[in-house]
């Protein structure tokens, strides 16, 4: 198969990972409904924090709020409830199949997860315009060129978060169990990441540990970059270490898929 | 009708037995559900660690908005007015009343799996209620980490809150977080049913479940005039845990609604679960089984 | 014979579904309408069945037999049409109705995945209200008739396939329901498994004197089992009756196969009352015929002509060394009345 034959087909796994997330009506009403009320709910929250009070750590209230509403969105594309399609696919059986495919198992699941976090953008993009409108939210700081950084950041950090997801999938190649532990990483992920709460009002020593941690670059990194919290040479840095990230999650990925496939050649699906 | 048997068939006769027909007891639906659900227990703990693995995933699930609360208040000192011991206790009655939905009736999650696979079909054949085999379909290990994390935060928020515990708010403490749990269940059942002509609830549900789970810690006011009484009237999660801790903690003058209103989960809590309940039995006439 | 176990009449069952689009945007676009499409799975099915009775539910995918089987069962109510299983109206007294009819499906277990075979049985009989002395005696029985003593304490995912559809056979029995409903229960079994079950639904219809319904694609089960058959198609009764009538009336032939003594390939001659069918087909063993040895079939309706008489000119115009006459099997004559979709007997 000739690698433009692939990347056809990686495309249609993407697309139908798009219609499939769309496929019911009300869950798609649900889901856009659902962010619209998590991001008024945050707003909320945080001007009540904010109330009588100018600045705490260095942060101010607008950008706080801010800050609250593009980690509500942000964890509403990166870190979905339901389960990698990878892992179905093992419980139930059906990985003997797919590893039959032209396509790599590993660049399917990451197609699906594409697909799966391209269907979500039409209801983010309402949700940072319900922002916008009850003046939660502001253009990125730094004009057009803030803008590309905020941009490469991001896709950064989506890179960072599939990777993750994929290697904590890949864990179904060794228990069914993986309900468990798909709930463990998630609550980390969300918290750990700086979705929730940023990083900047975190006790030193909690900041210090999460900053050696993947987490940080899905969110934390990008939401910096918005908000321009990083200078020049922070905001090199910053985006090296996020590369660095999907590198070695990458690399890390590629040897627990080695070791995967032996285990299923080896042991059978 | 067992006489008739002989002249209705021409197979030839094996060895005499006598027709079966034994008699049969009546049995009560709360038998016929600790029946189901003892066996739902026995598959669960004979899975242990996935037992630990989900109990500990729902832990951290949960921890992960107390870490989060924790964070906030260390750096903030209150919200909306209320100060750490304050959310702590609401925090831990919001979970509580949670792990008193989720331990006995949280399979009402699973009722789009049972619809659209037509698992469903297997309840009606039995004779037992729909609503109680869907009930005890399954235990979700998940509650039991409910519960744990719950009744640890509730034991140290119980020091921390500037509460005057005697019996009398321990009893009331112990009925509103059942009262909590009881609104809470009410609503998934009233979502549940809606499965019988949507097919897809799942996202609704969780969507309710992880509203009342991140914005159940924060005292009402924070979500002003409006943002209030949506939540008391339109999601009732003020009833699960905010009113009463009004009331625990004296703090019923901040209320929209008469002071009086912060007993009221007492009762609305088992109104709610009723209408819940009613709402489950009376769309499950739509039941239509998927073809095959 | 008193109040028959089984009364149907007019029974309707339609289904309303959203109409699924497709192409470009298809997501977005039933978003925001609302198609809906309504079929009628069943249209005015009528019929009885008396108690003690094993009747065959025929008909091809998707003609309507399992909504019909839902619909007595209690699982679906009826759009309209009446129907009552031994007095009650099932899906309104569903809990007693339940309580009175033994259900198996072939394709899906009843019984609790992840417990030992024993424990769906004891929780069957703890949900029915068996009594010990009364579960203890039952277990026993069908231990001995089904053979289930190796497997009893093996988990149901463990279970093949034939020890699974043995384990839901007993489950349903078990609280010895005067009436059972079988939907597919042979699919997917070998041929030892699949006799093991028929033996157990003739012995259970003839002992206990239990009322069954059997859907099936295996026309073998209907052969060895059923004296009635109702078959249907489209949501309607196409015959209801006698399973030799069947045969009788939509394919009225018989075939006599003969092989012939010489290889010779020239026309042959067809005594009055028969045609000639050549179809490829090998001599019978042990006739002494070459493989290569011409067979042909004569066909004749043996209402018309007697067999003894078509045996007699046939054997006079030819050398043959081995004869055999056939009814059509019934595989064919179901296609049959399918393919042209005659109504009603």
Redesign the interface.
């Known amino acids: 198969m000739t690698s433009a034959a692939q990347v056809v087909a990686l495309v249609a796994i993407g697309r139908q990972a798009?219609?499939s997330a769309?496929?019911?009506?009300?869950?798609?009403?649900?889901?856009a409904?659902?962010v619209l009320?998590?991001v008024?709910?945050v707003v909320?929250?945080w001007r009540?924090?904010y109330a009588g009070?100018d600045e705490?750590?260095g942060v101010d209230g607008p950008t706080a709020v801010a800050y609250a509403v593009l980690g509500a969105v942000f964890t509403n594309v990166l870190n979905p409830?339901w389960r990698s399609s990878l892992e179905m696919r093992v419980r139930q059986g059906r990985i003997a199949v797919d590893l039959l495919r032209p396509v790599g198992l590993v660049p399917q699941t990451l197609a699906q997860q594409v697909g799966t976090t391209a269907a979500a953008v039409p209801r983010c993009v309402l949700a940072v315009l319900l922002a916008l409108a009850i003046g939660a939210l502001r253009a990125p700081a730094g004009g057009a060129l803030g803008l590309l950084a905020f941009v490469v950041s991001t896709a950064l950090g989506i890179a960072v978060a599939l990777l993750c997801n994929l290697l904590v999938a890949m864990t179904a190649f060794w228990t069914l169990?993986v309900?468990?532990?798909?709930?463990?990483y998630?609550?980390?992920a969300?918290?750990a990441s700086g979705a929730?709460?940023p990083l900047w009002?975190?006790?030193g020593w909690?900041r210090g540990t999460l900053e050696h941690l993947p987490f940080q670059a899905q969110v934390f990194t990008p939401l910096s970059v918005y908000f321009g919290a990083l200078g020049g040479g922070d905001l090199a840095a910053a985006l090296a270490v996020q590369a660095l990230w999907v590198v070695l999650l990458a690399l890390l990925a590629q040897l627990v898929w080695s070791r995967a496939l032996h285990r299923v050649v080896v042991q059978g699906g | 009708m067992a006489d008739e048997a002989g002249e209705a068939v021409g197979v030839a006769a094996p060895a005499v037995r006598a027709p079966w027909r034994p008699q049969l007891q009546e049995v009560s639906p709360l038998r016929a559900w600790w029946v189901l659900m003892a066996a739902s227990l026995k598959v669960v703990f004979a899975?242990r660690?996935?037992l630990?693995?989900?109990?500990?995933?729902?832990v951290?699930?949960q921890?992960?908005?107390l870490?989060?609360v924790g964070?906030?208040l260390?750096?903030?000192e209150e919200?909306?007015g209320w100060g750490f011991g304050e959310v702590a206790l609401l925090f831990a009655m919001r979970l509580c009343a949670h792990a008193v939905c989720t331990v006995p009736f949280g399979q009402h999650s699973v009722i789009d799996f049972l619809i659209n696979e037509g698992d469903y079909d297997r309840l009606l054949l039995r004779p037992v209620s729909p609503f109680l085999q869907l009930l005890a379909w399954r235990f979700n290990p998940?509650s039991l980490g409910d519960l744990s994390l719950g009744v640890v935060v509730l034991v140290v928020a119980a020091q921390l809150a500037p509460v005057d515990w005697t019996p009398g708010t321990v009893v009331f403490l112990v009925l509103t977080i059942v009262a909590g749990g009881l609104v809470e269940a009410g609503v998934q059942f009233a979502l549940s049913s809606l499965s019988f002509r949507?097919?897809?609830?799942?996202?609704?549900k969780?969507?309710v479940d992880t509203?009342f789970a991140?914005?159940g810690p924060?005292p009402l006011?924070?979500?002003?005039t409006v943002?209030s009484l949506a939540l008391t009237f339109v999601l009732p999660l003020a009833f699960i845990a905010y009113l009463p801790a009004t009331a625990l903690l004296g703090r019923t003058d901040e209320l929209l609604l008469p002071a009086r209103a912060a007993y009221s989960s007492l009762a609305v809590g088992p109104l709610l679960f009723w209408a819940g309940y009613r709402a489950f039995v009376h769309q499950s006439r739509h039941y239509d089984s998927p073809a095959g | 014979m008193g109040q028959p176990m089984i009364r149907a009449e007019g029974l309707v069952k339609e289904f309303t579904r959203p109409v699924r689009r497709t192409g470009p945007l298809?997501?977005?676009r039933?978003?925001v309408t609302r198609e809906r499409v309504t079929t009628r799975a069943v249209d005015g099915v009528s019929f009885t069945v008396e108690r003690g009775e094993l009747v065959g539910y025929l008909g091809p995918n998707g003609a309507g037999k399992s909504t019909t089987i839902k619909m007595l069962t209690g699982v679906l109510v009826p759009t309209s049409g009446t129907v009552e299983v031994d007095g009650r109206v099932p899906w309104k007294d569903r809990t007693r109705n339940a309580r009175g009819i033994g259900v198996v499906f072939g394709q899906r277990t009843q019984l609790w995945h992840d417990l030992p075979l024993r424990d769906s049985f004891e929780l069957v009989a703890k949900l029915y209200g068996l009594d010990r002395p009364d579960y203890e005696r039952a277990l026993g029985r069908f231990t001995e008739l089904l053979d289930l003593g190796e497997f009893l304490d093996t988990p149901v995912r463990g279970l093949s396939l034939g020890q699974r559809m043995r384990g839901d056979l007993t489950a349903a029995m078990l609280y010895g329901p005067p009436l059972l409903y079988l939907d597919e229960p042979t699919v997917g079994l070998d041929v030892v498994a699949k006799a093991r079950i028929r033996e157990f639904v003739a012995e259970t219809n003839a002992v206990d004197g239990t009322t069954v319904v059997l859907t099936t694609h295996d026309l073998v089960d209907v052969e060895r089992l059923c004296r009635r058959v109702l078959l249907i198609d489209h949501g309607e009764v196409l015959y209801d009756g006698d399973l030799a009538a069947l045969r009788r009336r939509y394919v009225p032939y018989r075939d006599l196969v003969v092989t012939l003594a010489r290889e010779d390939d020239g026309p042959l001659v067809a005594p009055p009352g028969t045609t000639v069918v050549e179809e490829p087909r090998t001599a019978r063993a042990g006739t002494g015929a070459s493989d290569a040895a011409r067979v042909v079939a004569f066909r004749f309706d043996p209402a018309q002509t007697p067999t003894p008489a078509v045996v007699a000119a046939v054997t006079a115009e030819h050398e043959v060394v081995d004869l055999d006459v056939t009814d059509p099997d019934l595989e064919a004559v179901i296609a049959e009345i399918y393919s042209s979709g005659r109504v009603r007997a």
């Open positions: 798009v219609r769309l496929a019911v009506r009300s869950e798609v009403l649900v889901s409904v659902a009320v998590r008024v709910l909320l929250v009540a924090v009070v705490v750590s409830f169990e309900g468990g532990a798909l709930m463990v998630r609550a980390v969300q918290f929730l709460i009002f975190m006790p909690l | 899975y660690s996935n630990v693995n989900t109990a500990l995933g729902s951290a699930l921890g992960s908005q870490l989060f964070v906030l260390h750096r903030f919200v909306g998940g949507l097919r897809a609830t799942w996202s609704l969780v969507t509203t991140d914005f924060y006011g924070v979500f002003g943002g | 298809a997501g977005l039933s978003l």
